[in-house]
């Protein structure tokens, strides 16, 4: 089944601790993103990658990494945590360029940050 | 990078018609436009996408006027479970733009 998954779905951590959200797709897509879902601001992108070792910033980067040494994973690294970085986050996967913008999502990482 | 611009929010009832009209002015030339959906605690998911004109599938239509500064999601007889939020998703067609801009969405809410 061609799927986005998410890990981990659900995570209450402190601020200041080290935390990864992995992110994997078995549709070797091209291009993979994250993006955090805040009550009344919609769907912010935070990062993108086009491609194995090519990513880039979206519109709200600070506080976090990310790296794609395979087509395949995307983590989301949170080096330093903090309060508002709690939220939903989304990551998604879209084929290679001449697919549109038809895009496919996870199922959502709910982190609190304590 | 073209943003858009939706209602809030709209209310329905059950067996209507509802129209969600999206503006983006600023629409590039290799702009598609998509819109999505989403329930609560879930991804959103793909609807429909079109670049001029009008396309339609099994659950919803798209109508973009010939300047394609707006495009109107359409959804036939909507029931209970089309209660969701409606994102409109104005991007290039995945050749050089990684940055895509869903923005706030419209919260659509069907009564019986």
């Known amino acids: 089944e061609a799927q986005v998954t998410q890990n981990p779905r659900y995570l209450i951590t402190v601020t200041g601790k080290k935390l990864t959200v992995t992110c994997s797709q078995n549709?070797?897509?091209?291009?993979m993103s994250w993006y955090r879902q805040d009550p009344g601001l919609g769907l912010r992108q935070i990062y993108y990658s086009m491609n194995v070792e090519v990513t880039d910033k979206g519109d709200v980067p600070e506080g976090y990494k990310v790296s794609r040494k395979e087509k395949r994973n995307f983590p989301l690294i949170l080096e330093s945590p903090s309060p508002n970085q709690t939220s939903l986050y989304f990551c998604?996967?879209?084929?290679?360029?001449?697919?549109?913008?038809?895009?496919?999502f996870g199922e959502g990482s709910w982190l609190t940050v304590v | 990078l073209a943003k858009t611009t939706q209602p809030i929010s709209m209310d329905s009832y059950e067996g209507q018609e509802v129209n969600i009209t999206c503006s983006h002015n600023?629409?590039?030339?290799?702009?598609?436009i998509t819109w999505y959906q989403q329930f609560p605690s879930q991804g959103p998911r793909f609807i429909i996408q079109?670049?001029?004109t009008k396309v339609t599938n099994e659950v919803a239509s798209l109508f973009i006027p010939a300047d394609r500064k707006s495009s109107t999601l359409s959804l036939p007889r909507v029931s209970l479970s089309d209660t969701a939020v409606y994102y409109c998703?104005?991007?290039?067609?995945?050749?050089?733009?990684?940055?895509?801009?869903f923005g706030r969405g419209t919260q659509l809410t069907v009564w019986p």
């Open positions: 600023n629409i590039a030339t290799n702009d598609y």
């Open positions: 998703l104005v991007g290039d067609r995945g050749s050089t733009l990684g940055r895509l801009y």
């Open positions: 079109g670049y001029k």
């Open positions: 549709m070797n897509h091209e291009y």
């Open positions: 998604a996967s879209r084929p290679d360029r001449d697919s549109g913008n038809t895009i496919y």
